[in-house]
């Protein structure tokens, strides 16, 4: 399997599966936001020139979190998914999916007005309302983590997506001053190797 | 089960599956944006206020992703997901999680600048922006939906979440006329009697 990949990116969600779960995989590495991820070559593989891409044989495939699916079930591994039998099944699934469906359009939005737009097209009120958007959706989180140690029972699939767009916005700057359950979480995540391996490719 | 749903919201979807399935369910129903959404009881069961939000037993799940892949472990449903050995099984994965990573964000935007935000609190400059990338978004679809009739081969999830994000981008608006194989899938989508039902509740 063939990763591309760039640090401080979803494509790190899928080398730190692929870490934990000891698989081997060869990575194309782009600086984020350089030219070369919208090279002619690059965008057959991915139309936005956008990583990760994961190439398996004659799959490509992208989208951080169905390249998780796709890696899971192809190692049928169970130990980072809950059964449905598993209390915490719903959790894992809700958590999995809170990443795009809640952080990230905030992030996103605070992505490009802070660091991909010149300043003289950023927009102040942009940062604003993504930051308090921002805040509301890891407060959901903050309170969920309460007395856990992560999003479902045991570490899983769902810590490589909701747990890394958390890290993601502590790095990008969100208040986490009165998210303590987060910032234990954080601390619990990023000690992990398999984590810091998948970082600093 | 009880599904908290709204028209012209992500718990469109949702009922969808249930009616393409035949389950039956229990609704209840808000006019999106409604001031009963944010009322304390919601608030309990859904931390934002946000629709869907499912109901099962002791299970409480959000996420329109989540509950799907919720609702078709329960029931074991194989007709909608095809198998890991079938070569529209990483199309499958990549088109049901494209919906919230890559349509809805630009949509987000565009509802929350022409719809939700009084005219004086608006900007000009993110609905040209976030059109410019929905734009793109689609074309990718369109391009995939070339000689086929759904995202993954025949009728899949994939077409609860992306499809139902096309519709709504139709809608919204979208321009789709150099998109004609969009076209024609909208009209494929929409005339299923599930959709129409799960539309119009």
Chains 1, 2 share one sequence.
Request: aromatic share 10%; net charge negative.
């Amino acid at each position: 399997m063939k990763l591309y990949y760039a640090r401080n990116s979803r494509a790190v969600r899928v080398a730190w599966l692929l870490e934990e779960l000891n698989i081997e995989y060869e990575i194309q590495k782009f600086d984020l936001g350089s030219k070369e991820m919208r090279s002619p070559d690059y965008l057959e593989i991915h139309p936005m020139g956008r990583v990760p891409t994961l190439e398996d044989g004659p799959v490509k495939i992208f989208e951080s979190g169905a390249i998780i699916q796709y890696i899971l079930e192809k190692y049928k591994n169970n130990s980072l998914v809950p059964s449905f039998e598993d209390q915490e099944f719903s959790n894992y699934l809700q958590w999995f999916h809170y990443a795009e469906g809640m952080i990230m359009p905030p992030m996103n939005i605070i992505v490009v007005e802070t660091i991909l737009l010149p300043p003289e097209r950023r927009t102040e009120v942009n940062v604003k309302r993504a930051t308090k958007l921002l805040n509301q959706m890891l407060i959901a989180v903050d309170a969920h983590m309460n007395n856990r140690d992560y999003l479902a029972g045991t570490f899983s699939a769902a810590d490589l997506m909701t747990g890394h767009a958390v890290i993601m916005a502590d790095r990008l700057g969100a208040d986490m001053s009165d998210k303590p359950n987060l910032l234990t979480y954080i601390a619990r995540l990023t000690e992990r190797s398999a984590f810091q391996k998948a970082s600093n490719l």
